[in-house]
């Protein structure tokens, strides 16, 4: 590997250049890793859960300790009703976060019971013996080439 900075030669990737001391990173590795939508629905499951118990929690801690007192701030109220809010939308956000998990199971039942039944059959039979004599060639172009290198090699054979 050369340095891609100042040029040196028979350097070791993931390591720093013994000349100019810029890092080297391996550029044959992949920087990112992908993910799958099915990975990317079960996080999205997790976070949504823990959302909404995270919301309804404080939001019901707000009522229960602070709420209806003569002291108690209009703030309170509207912090409380903000995180029944957000539980209330995280909720719906889980629920279509499970309805797509299951559609991704299902469709891969699916997919996987499509690719069993489109097994081919054993039945035994060989295949028949080729047929030579009425045998297409490849191309319209496979047997006019030697042609077209013949002339090719005439044509130089007179400009020299």
Known sequence: MFCPKCGKSDQSPETYCRQCGIFL???????????TPEEHVKVNVVLSAMTVVAAFTLAILLYSILAFRPDTHPLIYVTAGVLLAIGAWQTQTLWRSILLKRHF???????ESAISDQAAPDTGKLLNEPDFENMVPASV??????HLDESRIRSSETHH
């Open 105 to 111: 199971k299902t469709n891969r039942g699916r997919q």
């Open 141 to 146: 172009t496979d047997r006019t080439t030697k």
């Open 25 to 35: 990173p391996d550029l044959n590795k992949s920087a990112k890793k992908t993910f």
